[in-house]
């Protein structure tokens, strides 16, 4: 720290000196301060030039090779913006090539029963993957993963299971799928599509809670049964954020919750 004032007695000029470099100091911290404020670096100005980081996207594939770019992807959704936000990712590599649904066999709601007991009962609209490859529909709202990235239909035949994801919270309330971990083998799914009629499933197993990175970057192997078929079927796989089991050092929830049912009727 340089000396104040009175530290020593003053020499003949040393004020107009002293004024000088202050006057000085004070011009050269001002550039800096300017410069530090409009984003410059000590290496030198901002390239204006430097290209944004690349995006993936989610692209149509036939069914082979969605299943081979699965397999090959090093690239994976990042978590959700928040521990309530977007509740899972979905292989942004692989997507079926069924035909696009007709209007009437859109799902547009989606009940979760047991016995009596109502565990979920919400609108479902189309959704889409964002541009951090998630899917994150709106609050109130059951997000269907379908056309163009994804085509399966929920319980109509196919190699791969229609997708649908929500919320557990929303904007610190529950949302649709706030129960979803409650959901136990044997309770009863129903969806209801645009035409006005209803398909009924049955859950396979209880809610299974798994780290949601893993849910794609292990599509291939561990949790191939989330995304395909070893033949056709008539299948729908629900998700959402569990929240239980914690956050990331960024606020997101590191587990999913996964539920798969089979259609009966």
């Not at 994976?76 to 090539?97: C, D, E, I, Y």
């Not at 994150?136 to 399966?152: A, F, K, L």
């Not at 049955?202 to 070893?230: F, G, I, M, R």
Request: aromatic share 6%; charged share 20%; proline share 10%.
């Amino acid at each position: 720290m340089a000396p104040h004032a009175h530290d020593a007695a003053p020499r003949p000029g040393a004020h107009r000196r002293l004024t000088v470099a202050l006057l000085v100091l004070l011009v050269a911290g001002a550039l800096v301060a300017s410069w530090g404020w409009r984003g410059g670096s000590a290496d030198g100005p901002p390239d204006a030039a430097a290209p944004a980081a690349p995006s993936t996207s989610a692209v149509t594939v036939s069914p082979e090779e969605a299943v081979a770019a699965t397999r090959d992807a090093t690239a994976t959704s990042r978590p959700s913006p928040t521990a309530t936000s977007a509740p899972t990712a979905a292989p942004t590599t692989a997507a079926p090539t069924t035909a696009p649904a007709a209007g009437g066999q859109a799902p547009v709601h989606v009940r979760i029963t047991r016995s009596a007991e109502v565990l979920v009962d919400a609108p479902v609209g189309l959704t889409r993957l964002d541009e951090r490859d998630e899917l994150n529909p709106p609050r109130g709202v059951v997000g269907w993963y379908g056309p163009p990235d994804w085509s399966t239909v929920p319980g109509e035949l196919s190699a791969y299971p229609g997708v649908l994801a929500g919320h557990t919270t929303h904007g610190g309330a529950p949302d649709v799928f706030y129960r979803l971990g409650e959901v136990r083998a044997g309770d009863t799914v129903t969806i209801r599509y645009a035409d006005g009629e209803d398909a009924v499933f049955q859950v396979d197993a209880d809610a299974l809670s798994v780290p949601k990175n893993d849910v794609t970057e292990k599509a291939d192997a561990e949790y191939s049964w989330v995304w395909s078929l070893p033949e056709p079927g008539r299948k729908v796989s629900l998700f959402s954020c569990d929240l239980a089991q914690g956050l990331d050092l960024t606020g997101h929830s590191v587990n999913n919750w996964v539920v798969q049912a089979t259609r009966t009727s």
